[in-house]
Structure formats: structure tokens, C-alpha cells
């Protein structure tokens, strides 16, 4: 089993800071490609930034040069920072990892966290 918890929303005035945090455990072989999406009522999922396991990152046109995603491999956790953030950033985000198991190592499977509320608001 695998699983994907989030941490670090919450609310914050425009212009300010969050950092969130994602932990995968479980029985996890490899890690690839892992990343956050948003949601806000009435839209759909949109990626807002990922990292591969060699460190590219691919990031959505609203959020470059504010939002910075990062990886530590050892402690299997993938982090978003967010600044100077906006009304519009107010979403759920979710933690999403491509993992292979190791009774399956080069089979890879798409996890996704329980969603973490960020809202900005004054």
C-alpha cells in the first residue's frame, strides 16, 4: 500500500507565504515524476507544478516566479513553496507521485493525496 498526506495549507492574506509539504510511504520501490495539482470550485484539476527524480520542473504559467517545487528523495517528500500569493492561488491542492513497488519495480502507478486547502483571503 501507498500513500500521499499533505500538510501546510491553511489561510493567508494576499501577498503572503505557505510551504506544503507531501510525504509518500508504503511499500515504494522508485519514485519518478512528482508534483502538485489545484482545484477550485467549478473548475477542473490543473497542474500547477512537478519535478522529475533528476530535478526538471515544469510549472503552470499563473504561478512561475512566485511558486518553487522541490524534492527530497531520501525522505521520499516533495514540497511547494508559495509566494506572494493571490485570491486566485485559493484552491484544494493535491500531492500527485508516479511509484513503482518493489514487488513490481518498473511498474508505475499514479497516487494522489487527500487534497489540502489553501485560501487566500483578506
Known amino acids: 500500500q501507498v500513500q500521499l498526506v499533505e500538510s501546510g495549507g491553511g489561510l493567508v492574506q494576499p501577498g503572503g507565504s505557505l510551504r506544503l509539504s507531501c510525504t509518500a510511504s508504503?511499500?515504494?520501490?522508485?519514485?519518478?515524476?512528482m508534483g502538485w495539482y489545484r482545484q477550485a470550485p467549478g473548475k477542473r484539476r490543473e497542474l500547477v507544478a512537478t519535478?522529475?527524480?533528476?530535478?526538471?520542473?515544469n510549472y503552470a504559467d499563473s504561478v512561475k516566479g512566485r511558486f518553487t517545487v522541490s524534492r527530497d528523495n531520501a525522505k521520499n517528500m516533495v514540497y511547494l513553496q508559495m509566494n506572494s500569493l493571490k485570491p486566485e492561488d485559493t484552491a484544494v491542492y493535491y500531492c500527485?507521485?508516479?511509484?513503482?513497488?518493489?514487488?513490481?519495480?518498473?511498474?508505475?502507478?499514479?497516487?494522489w493525496g487527500q487534497g489540502t486547502q489553501v485560501t487566500v483571503s483578506s
Open positions: 519535478t522529475t527524480s533528476g530535478g526538471n520542473t
Open positions: 500527485n507521485a508516479e511509484i513503482s513497488q518493489r514487488f513490481l519495480r518498473n511498474f508505475y502507478k499514479t497516487y
Open positions: 508504503g511499500s515504494i520501490f522508485k519514485i519518478n515524476d
